[in-house]
């Protein structure tokens, strides 16, 4: 059963009202016929009834003080929560329109779903993680680079921009307002074309089985805890300058590089089990270099300068 709250009706606040006049008038009445005889003793009992009186009145005071102020609280915790659903009936609305809108069979339409989950993420900082990753999700969607189509491209394009326009802090001197910090990244499959994330701030990223075509740059990026680009294909030029792979979890391994490489002189990672094919320039990081693989001419095996060689592929 539920518990119902008894309001209290306006006869029994005047028969209350009516009882504390009573009481009032008989304890005036028995003040006067025991205290009233003018001897010093009254006047003494009197004084003392006055203070305990006053006491009485200013204790009475401050209980009507507290219970105001916790009706106050109350009624100010009570605006807080609507406040809060109305925040989040909000954000869901928003948050459903713009996944809608993602599935649209038209590119504008995507667009317009883009830049509302963007306008979302900026003002729901506690949403934001989750906007980031249907941005990721959208991004691992099956998209076909041979079949050249040029709105799907401009749509993903888009939502690899907003990822770099949000993920770089800035600098000291000025520092990037719109900056989503603590963003971890999920292109696990994806397609990505020209993805470029350079001078960004993440978390933690993973690529397993990704394929980067075109110009692909990490270059000044740091990863603080975490970049997995295991199975990862570069079909074009893939550019490592500057990055810093932070957390030491970073790996390379079963990764194809097909083009032009660059990791400059400073970058350090680790790049056992990757494979490049023989041809392109490539700057390696200090401590690495091609060597054929083992059996396929048309493959080249990444190792440690001074690891021994395989007898068999000498």
């Not at 005889?37 to 203070?51: I, V, Y």
């Not at 970049?227 to 490592?240: L, M, P």
């Not at 693989?293 to 690891?307: F, H």
């Amino acid at each position: 059963m539920g518990t119902e709250t008894r309001v209290l009706g306006t006869r029994t606040i005047l028969l209350w009202g009516a009882g504390l006049l009573v009481v009032a008038a008989v304890a005036a009445t028995l003040l006067l016929t025991l205290l009233g005889g003018g001897r010093p003793e009254d006047s003494a009992r009197l004084e003392a009834l006055k203070t305990a009186a006053t006491l009485v009145v200013g204790t009475g005071g401050a209980a009507a003080l507290l219970l105001a102020a916790r009706r106050q609280r109350s009624a100010e915790l009570d605006l807080v929560q609507k406040d809060h659903d109305a925040t989040e009936r909000r954000v869901t609305e928003i948050y459903s329109k713009a996944a809608d809108q993602l599935g649209s069979d038209k590119a504008p339409v995507r667009l317009a779903g883009l830049y509302s989950l963007e306008r979302l993420a900026g003002g729901y900082a506690p949403h934001r993680q989750t906007i980031v990753n249907v941005l990721c999700a959208y991004l691992r969607m099956p998209y076909d680079v041979e079949a050249k189509d040029r709105e799907e491209l401009q749509v993903r394009k888009t939502a690899q921009r907003i990822l770099l326009l949000h993920l770089r802090a800035g600098s000291v001197e000025q520092p990037n307002e719109g900056f989503w910090p603590d963003v971890d990244l999920d292109f696990s499959g994806a397609t990505l074309v020209g993805l470029t994330l350079t001078h960004c701030s993440i978390r933690s990223i993973v690529c397993f089985g990704a394929e980067f075509h075109e110009l692909t740059s990490f270059r000044g990026t740091e990863f603080r805890t975490k970049a997995d680009f295991n199975q990862a294909q570069f079909t074009g030029r893939a550019d490592f300058r500057g990055t810093v792979f932070g957390g030491g979890r970073d790996s390379f391994n079963g990764a194809l590089f097909a083009g032009p490489v660059d990791f400059g002189t400073k970058t350090v990672a680790r790049l056992a089990g990757a494979e490049a094919v023989p041809g392109p320039a490539r700057t390696w990081p200090q401590d690495w270099e091609e060597r054929p693989a083992d059996g396929d001419p048309s493959r080249s095996r990444l190792t440690r300068k001074g690891e021994p060689r395989d007898p068999a592929a000498r």
